[in-house]
């Protein structure tokens, strides 16, 4: 019998490469995909080219996160062994814009679908995509499953609200029902106003001068940055793990923003020269052309500075470990950039 996956958040960057990895493991893979007045489907549309995939066992279904109907219907018609809740308004600094659309879709999204589980067929097995996000201000370095949440922007804290309702329904239920704490992860397919994306593909323009300037936030936030294909991979072995658990998954790394330009810049061979401070800081080129400025506007209204986990416990039981490390993730989308730029 092929088994069956059910992916809310299909068209992003995870959905993208979670659908090519189960393709390629024999699934049948059934995603939601929501109504939109232009195309939202470029992440994925070149799948059915893909020498591995036979037409019929890729199959989108419309619906939202936000609506318990489209949720019930499709799980109910689709039938899956495994559901994967990556669907979510993921942009943290937008999420103080819209703060009850983003708690609607990110929080009671993930109950909707649990609620739906526990109607339809218990034995489905959940994976809920919680973020390193949850930490916010961190109460311990690095952070483990063990580090308790303190969570910074209206995102985060409907992350947790979605990581607790998820392990309340495992509790309750007896669900197979899995958190993945994740740690920021990036690819070509990273949405274009996410700070790594916004530098590879501005220092790119730059470089070929399609482009002056980029301006930025606050670039002495650190992350623990790695390549979203290895994370996937996490995502499926969660839910293959012989009991549902929750799980951090990272590098264990730690770079600044301003230190990832600095290795952007390196790999494209600008020279970058530094001066000012705060708001005042800047780059420039070497022909001193002002490159990057900082701008207020990109600050958030609480940040989340220092992020940087340990994932010994999915090495250890999951057998996961990144096989990407941030130069060769800056590789992979530095290429894809100047590609695509090759085409303008
Ligand atoms: P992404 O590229 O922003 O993709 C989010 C997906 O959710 C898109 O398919 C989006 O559809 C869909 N979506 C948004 N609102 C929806 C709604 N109301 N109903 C149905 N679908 C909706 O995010 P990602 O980077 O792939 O991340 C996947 C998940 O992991 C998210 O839940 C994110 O919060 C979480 N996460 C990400 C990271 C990371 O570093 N990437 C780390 C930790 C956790 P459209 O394409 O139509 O917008
Ligand atoms: O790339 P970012 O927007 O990612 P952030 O906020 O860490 O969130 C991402 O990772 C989370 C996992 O920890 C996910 F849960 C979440 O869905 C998302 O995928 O910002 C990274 C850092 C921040 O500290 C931000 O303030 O970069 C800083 N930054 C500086 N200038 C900027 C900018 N961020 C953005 N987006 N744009 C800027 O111009």
């Not at 036979?54 to 989108?60: Q, R």
Request: glycine share 6%; aromatic share 12%.
């Amino acid at each position: 019998m092929k088994r069956i996956a059910l992916i809310f958040g299909v068209t992003g960057q995870d959905g993208s490469y979670l659908t090519r990895l189960l393709l390629k493991k024999g699934y049948i893979v059934h995603g939601v995909k929501r109504r939109s007045s232009s195309l939202n489907t470029s992440r994925i549309d070149d799948i059915y080219q893909e020498p591995f995939i036979k037409k019929k066992n890729f199959v989108l279904h419309y619906g939202d996160i936000t609506d318990g109907t489209s949720i019930f219907d499709i799980i109910k018609k689709t039938k899956p062994n495994e559901i994967y809740n990556l669907a979510a308004q993921s942009h943290v600094a937008v999420s103080f814009k819209i703060p009850e659309y983003t708690s609607n879709a990110d929080a009671l999204g993930s109950l909707r679908i649990l609620d739906s589980i526990i109607k339809i067929n218990p034995k489905i097995k959940f994976y809920q995509a919680g973020s390193s996000e949850m930490y916010g201000k961190v109460q311990s370095f690095p952070q483990t499953e063990k580090t308790p949440f303190y969570p910074r922007s209206p995102y985060a804290v409907s992350k947790v609200y979605a990581h607790w309702i998820t392990v309340n329904y495992r509790e309750s239920y007896n669900l197979f029902a899995c958190n993945g704490i994740l740690f920021n992860h990036e690819s070509p397919l990273r949405g274009e106003t996410f700070v790594t994306k916004k530098i590879v593909k501005g220092l790119c323009r730059i470089k070929l001068k399609k482009q002056k300037k980029l301006y930025l936030g606050n670039i002495y936030a650190k992350r623990d940055w790695g390549h979203a294909e290895d994370y996937v991979e996490a995502m499926w072995k969660i839910l293959q793990y012989k009991k549902p658990e929750d799980w951090v998954i990272c590098t264990g790394k730690q770079y600044s923003v301003k230190q990832f330009i600095n290795l952007v810049a390196k790999n494209l061979n600008l020279k970058l020269f530094w001066s000012g401070e705060g708001l005042n800081e800047k780059a420039y080129s070497e022909k001193n052309e002002k490159i990057i400025e900082i701008k207020k506007e990109y600050f958030r209204p609480a940040e989340v500075e220092n992020l940087k986990g340990n994932a010994a416990k999915a090495k250890k039981h999951l057998k996961w470990k990144p096989t990407k490390n941030i130069n060769a993730l800056i590789k992979d989308m530095i290429n894809f950039e100047l590609k695509e730029l090759s085409y303008e």
